[in-house]
């Protein structure tokens, strides 16, 4: 009993003095559930709260240092496994024509008129990466293009034509008349060039593209 007295003396000091209740069960070697029974009813000084506080804040600090620290290290893990099976993935034309129709299939118009194909997106890296398959995977007449923008009144109609021709590859006389979304006027996205749908006019193109993703589905979609 005079141990465990003398044990909860020190823990009472160690409170006044500004000590954590973790900091306090550490140092005493008894349990934290100990400690907080002992001095839940110890009165702490300014000072001695003052340290308590500054205690949490550099736990806090830690904590989140070390939680940046290990995300960090995931993600160039993430970007090295990545970078890896880039190098591995080669892209002939059979390997193009899978990823092009499920990247179709995803984001592509499909109605039961398939005299054409239609892929709409507004992230251009999309579009870019969608036509740059599609064209390995097809011999392609370019003069089949045809464009559409959707924009808003705040875009330069000629910069965004400009914009989006040079990164489809598709000339500005292919482009269709702009479509001009109704904008509130409340948020305007600074960076955002407008959607585009490109457009493809050959029926057996359509077909054989949409027959890919179809099959692949079929085949690995587990139905």
């Known amino acids: 009993m005079r141990t465990k007295n003398l044990e909860k003396d020190k823990a009472i000091r160690l409170r006044r003095k500004g000590f954590s209740l973790s900091e306090i069960a550490s140092r005493l070697n008894i349990s934290k559930s100990s400690a907080s029974l002992w001095l ?10 003052r340290r308590i506080t500054q205690k949490r804040i550099e736990a ?5 240092h ?8 995931r ?17 002939d034309r059979a390997n193009a024509m899978v990823l092009c129709a499920l990247l179709y299939w995803c984001e592509g118009e499909k109605t039961k008129n ?14 870019a990466l969608f036509l740059s398959l599609f064209r390995r995977s097809f ?8 464009a559409c923008l959707h924009l808003h009144d705040y875009h330069r109609q000629e910069d965004q034509v400009r ?8 000339p500005r006389s292919q482009f269709l008349k702009i ?11 600074e960076g955002y060039a407008g959607c585009a749908s490109v457009r493809y006019y050959d029926t057996r193109v359509a077909r054989e593209l949409q027959a890919v993703a179809r099959a692949i589905l079929k085949q690995y979609g587990g139905l």
Do not use: C, M
């Open 40 to 49: 839940r009813d110890v009165r702490l000084s300014n000072e001695a709260q």
């Open 60 to 64: 806090y600090e830690k904590s989140a």
């Open 66 to 73: 070390t939680h940046r620290t290990q995300t960090e290290q």
């Open 75 to 91: 993600l160039k893990e993430a970007i090295s496994s990545a970078e890896k099976t880039r190098t591995n993935f080669r892209l």
């Open 114 to 127: 398939d005299q054409a194909l239609a892929f709409t997106n507004s992230d251009p890296k999309l579009v």
């Open 139 to 146: 011999k392609i007449n370019e003069r089949q293009f045809r």
């Open 163 to 170: 914009f989006w021709s040079h990164l489809t590859r598709i």
């Open 179 to 189: 479509y001009r979304k109704p904008h509130t006027g409340k948020r305007r996205r």
